[in-house]
C-alpha cells in the first residue's frame, strides 16, 4: 500500500510514518525543510520538501491509496491552512486520516465516540474540519496527551524539572488528562489505514486515569528533581502557554471502546508514571538525536 503523510517529521506524523514503514507500506512523507530530509529517508521514508501554503506536493498525494493528515502549523493561520489541506486531501478521493484531538470533547465525560460533537471543543472549526472528513467517509483520530519518545506535553514537565528543578502544572493538578503512549497511537493509525473498511471518529487514548499531579511527579522524580511541582495558576499559565493553557488546565475522561472493537487496537502502555523513567531517558535523548 502507498501512503502519503503530511507533517512527516512532526511528533505524530513521524510516529505514524515510521510505522507504516516496518508494516512493509511505502510511506511518501511530506516536510517543510531540507533538514528533515535525511533523518527520514534512513528510515526508508520518501521525502517531499513543502508545506501546507504550497500544494505543490499534491502530485505526489494522488499516486497514495491512503492520505493520512498529521501537519500542523501554530500561527495565525493554523485553521486557513488546515482547511486548505483537508480541501486538498479529500479533492483526491482517497481513504483520508485526519488527525484532532481529545480536547475537542471540552472538560468532563466521560465521552465516547458518541459524543464527539456534543461538547466545548478547545477550537470549534477543527470540528467543523473533522465534519468535512467524515462527511467524505474518512476517519478522524482524536488521540489523547501523548506522551514517549522525543515530544509531547510530558516534555514540559522534564523540562522544567531539569532546567528548574520543578516540573509545571496548571492549577493544582488534580484533573486528569485523557493519554496515549506514542508508539500505541502510531498503531491505531496503521490499523485505521489498513482497515479500509472502517470509517468513522476513533479516540486514541489508553485508558489510565492518573491524576495530573501523579504524572508531573513521578516525570520530576525521573528528571532528578524529587517529585517537586511548580503550581501554575491559570493567568501565568497563558501568559507561558497561550490558548494551550486551556487544554493543559482540562479535567476529562475519555473511552477508547471503539477502535479496540472495530480495528483490534489494544494500547500495551497503561499509563504513564510506570515508566516515567525510561520516557525520560527516551526524552533527553532525543534533545540531541533527532
Given amino acids: 500500500m502507498k501512503v502519503f503523510v503530511t507533517g512527516a517529521s512532526g511528533y505524530i506524523g513521524r510516529a505514524v510514518a515510521e510505522a507504516l514503514r516496518r508494516r512493509g507500506h511505502r510511506v511518501t ?15 526508508e521514508i520518501e521525502v517531499i520538501v513543502g508545506d501546507m501554503r504550497d500544494a505543490a506536493w499534491r502530485g505526489a498525494a494522488s499516486g497514495a491509496d491512503v492520505l493520512i493528515h498529521c501537519a500542523v502549523e501554530y500561527s495565525a493561520d493554523y485553521q486557513a491552512l488546515d482547511r486548505k489541506t483537508i480541501d486538498t486531501l479529500l479533492g483526491l ?4 486520516i485526519y488527525t484532532s484531538g481529545v480536547w475537542q470533547y471540552g472538560p468532563g465525560g466521560p465521552f465516547t465516540e458518541e459524543e464527539a460533537f456534543s461538547g466545548k471543543p478547545l477550537m470549534p472549526w477543527r470540528s467543523e474540519h473533522e465534519r468535512l472528513v467524515l462527511a467524505a467517509k474518512g476517519v478522524v483520530i482524536r ?10 506535553l510530558t516534555g514540559l514537565w522534564f523540562q522544567g524539572a531539569l532546567e528548574r528543578k520543578a516540573a509545571p502544572i496548571v492549577g493544582d493538578g488534580a484533573n486528569r488528562w485523557a493519554v496515549v503512549q506514542l508508539d500505541d497511537l502510531a498503531d491505531l493509525y496503521v490499523r485505521a489505514a489498513e482497515a479500509s473498511s472502517a470509517g468513522g471518529l476513533f479516540n486514541g487514548v489508553d485508558g489510565s486515569r492518573f491524576t495530573v499531579r501523579e504524572m508531573a511527579e513521578a516525570a520530576s522524580r ?5 517529585g517537586a511541582l511548580k503550581e501554575l495558576g491559570y493567568a501565568e499559565a497563558e501568559k507561558l502557554y497561550g490558548p494551550m493553557a486551556h487544554g493543559l488546565a482540562i479535567d476529562q475522561h475519555v ?8 480495528l483490534g487496537w489494544a494500547p500495551g502502555f497503561r499509563g504513564f ?3 516515567a523513567d525510561r520516557f525520560f531517558a527516551s526524552w533527553n535523548a532525543a534533545k540531541t538525536h533527532q
Fill in 273 to 275: 508514571p510506570a515508566d
Fill in 222 to 226: 525521573a528528571a532528578g528533581a524529587n
Fill in 255 to 262: 473511552e477508547g471502546m471503539k477502535a479496540k472493537e472495530a
Fill in 93 to 96: 478521493k482517497k481513504r483520508t
Fill in 29 to 43: 512523507g511530506l516536510v517543510r525543510s531540507d533538514a528533515k530530509v535525511k533523518g527520514l529517508e534512513a528510515r
Fill in 143 to 152: 488521540p489523547g496527551c501523548v506522551y514517549g519518545g522525543a515530544g509531547g
